[in-house]
């Protein structure tokens, strides 16, 4: 038997080498920067790329480090002292910075301030204007597309973009099939380069809404590095946006800097970080503490509520999220409409918006939300807000009655939209139940099995979310009342006059025109009632008191460039 | 020595079959639960029936099972964990090397936390069994036990951060400051490169964190250590000591080598069980390790990365277990080869 002394020895080499086992574990897993995520470009024209197998064109010109050449010793340690530096912190997360898979709202807004694409938003009108495009026309009634470029834009790195960067990078998105691909491949038949200033589109058939879908982040053009056949999801070589990708160390920050080529309105700063978080505690008490100058998505209402009352600066922003109810229209008893209209009646919106999102949505009375173009409250008119008389001569004329009494199911997904669901599910029940004619059985599954549920059309009712993929009338009716598109929502929806009047809406370039047909689809929508809308989301950005230059694109993304430190 | 390495090799082979279970209770558990991965990944995003197939074909999803379950065990063999279902290209194994390092660096130095408390509360305890002090070191015990990390964190936090303005409130290293990762563990990169800024506040980041775990798993040290030194301090050797004249001090060394065992079994577990990520004390600082990344796996769906990284889990705790065994076996003759 060995000493004591020995064996304590022992102990304390064998832990040592432990600990060294670790350290040279994490050291080789590592594998010094050629598998890192943590990216850096060194200056604008020597883009530094991410080194992990960069696939196809994308050769990197520099090896990946973390500072400037044109540093100084100090300045790799901390920013220079007059940099005007932004910190913005969020929970979501970046999926992909790659426009041909990238499919959520935050990687959406990342790319669209890093890239531009041929038309964008005017934020202060909402209207589409020019941007990569100084103009275009339409021909063949829509069918044919003609952008002519600007000369002067041009990547981070100083390479020119022009019509082949924009052929080559939809063509791109077209190729590798992506999430967010239908939103090229369902439109574009062909595109092409006529000269190096002209894109011509060919599309499958006339569309009158084509400027907001070539406004989405998937016809954005990107830097030639991006390899023609592979998606890229830690890609920093951006597009010719405002700013260029500095530093991106996933899951932890982001670093954006000016694009030094950027032909429009420099930025009113000179760093952009992007800072994720795990939850919307840690967030708000990075905002106390000084430690980020903006809250964006999502901070509880609660959180909300009390930076107010601390004084920080508090800025609402109309949301294009919409929650709705989904009816079975082509089985069982919500099969008969008056039954579809008489659970439509007696819903309370206010109520609803109140009591479960404590103020923080509206009451929405059509499935396109208020503020765009052709909304109209149809639900509102048609039925009123918690009209229980109303709701109760339906179910009577359906033959219903208190002692017969209507028996729905009402189903709902635990998390996906937040703790709130199982009371909004419970809320609406006391709703229909406020009829005394109707017996509602609540009932749940997990998202999975939720989403293959309902599209297999085994929910009678059930509750549901929606945010655009672009930003038109089409987006929030198309998906959900034509026959040809509406499977997903397992509604059995289908009305012949409201696809002849979607696909004429389609169809026509005027937009006085559409809007007599979207006006028409909505008041249809009322009376067959195959979804009933229910509150319109708001978004709320926090910022610290004294911050300035706050600015949301119609389609909700944070505008970088306006932000003032 | 020849027995201790035969030991250790049918330990290491032990390991294989332990993966192996577990990754095949993982692929079936994946497969038997109800809905479509590739449909729950993408949630009410509209995308046209023939592209959701191509994104099954592309994911293998349509391959027999016998197909998906071989294919990625051989890529588990070349460290390969499959790809992302949400984040399209990117590597499982990138996460790990990216989260493994954070998750890492917050257990060295919880370890040191906690075991530092624990061994100093644990002897206070022993020393002074039946006194006022023995008394406060075991409610210690049981309310740093029983404490729960994001109540403790946020306290912290609320002190440390927003009333005295000392420490940051989470991450790792302030974002405007730019440090080279050589190693992924921060405080160590920060030497390495003689970046003293980043070293300051990659120290400030961890110093929360690790205080707030290392105080919860501290109580079990505590209990740990005063029993087994207590039961030494009444032992007949000591009793021979104490006979013979020797100092207090000397003795009380004696006594707690002695007691030190089963101290150095609990290091082992409890680090393997660290290493998988502390969940709650992750989240609570958004500290990128591995835990948070397993639960935000968890929440988006993404079936390949959360098979990825339990699989991962299961070398660790392996290789872990192994250590330990390693070690008993060294320090304790009793154990045969």
Redesign the interface.
Known sequence: ??S?SA??K??IG??II??V???AA??M?????E????T?QTTPQTQATRT?EAPGAAKEETQA???TPAQTPEE????APSER?V?VGTTD?I??L?PA?A??FFTWEVLSNVMAGLVTYDPDTGEIVGDLATEWKAEENGKVWIFKLRTDAKFADGTPCTAKDVVRSIERVMQI???P??LVT?FVDKVEAVDDYTVKFTLKQPTGYFLSVVATVPYFPVHPNYPQD?????ATWGGCGPYMIK?W?????L?LVPNPYYYGEKPKNDKV?I?????A???R??L??G?IDVAWRTLTPQDITNLQQKGYNVVEVPGLFIRYVVVKTDAGPTSDKLVRQALAAAIDRQEIAIRVFKGTVEPLYSMVPAGMWSHVDVFKTKYGDGNIELAKQLLAQAGYSEDNKLKVELWYTP??YGDTEDELAAVLKEQWERTGMIEVEIKS????????QL?DGQFMLSL???YP?YLDPDNYLT?FLKSTAN??TGTGYANPTVDDLLTKAQVATDQAEREKYYIQVQEILAEDVPFIPLVQGKLYIVTQPDFKGLKVSPLMFLIYSSLEP | MAGLARYLLLRALLIIPTVLILYTLVFVIMRV?????V??A????????E?LE??RERHGLNDPLYVQYFEYLAGVVRFDFGE?L?????KIA????????AT?ELT?ASFIVSVGIGMATGILAAVRRGSKLDTAMRVYSIVAYTLFIPWLG?IL?MIF??WL?LL?????L????????????YV?DAILTQ????LKDALAHLVLPALTLGIVLSGAYTRLVRANLSEALVSDFVRAYRARGVRERRILL?AL??S?IPV?TMMGLQ?AILLGGAVLT???????GMG??L??KV???DYTAVQGVVVFFSFMVGLISL?VD??YA??D?RIRY
């Open positions: 038997m060995r004591r064996q304590s022992t102990l064998v832990a432990v600990i086992i670790l350290a994490a050291f897993m590592r594998g010094g920067e598998t890192q995520t943590t850096t992990t480090t973390t500072t790799t340690q901390t920013q530096v910190v997360k999926t992909e790659d898979n499919y959520d099939q992506g999430d691909s239908w369902e592979k998606i890229v999801a830690d530093e160390v996933r899951d932890q920050k670093v970080i800072r994720f978080f795990s939850d505690n840690s967030m008490l990075a106390e503490n430690e998390t996906h599954s997990e998202w999975a099995q939720y989403v293959k599209g549901l979310g929606w993929d998906p499977s997903w | 639960i109800p809905g479509d991965p449909q729950a993408l949630g009410t995003r509209y995308v046209p029936p592209q191509l994104l992302s949400v984040i399209e290209g990117r990138d996460d790990i090397k990216d989260r493994f390092p890492l060295i946020s936090i951060s927003l303005g940051p409130t989470h991450g790792r302030d974002p405007r400051i730019s440090l080279e990762h050589k190693t992924g563990l160590l970046n003293w800024v980043a004696h080598r002695n030190l150095v680090m992750e989240t609570t600082f958004s500290w990128p948070s990344y639960l935000e929440e988006a769906r250590i390693a070690i060294l320090i003759p």
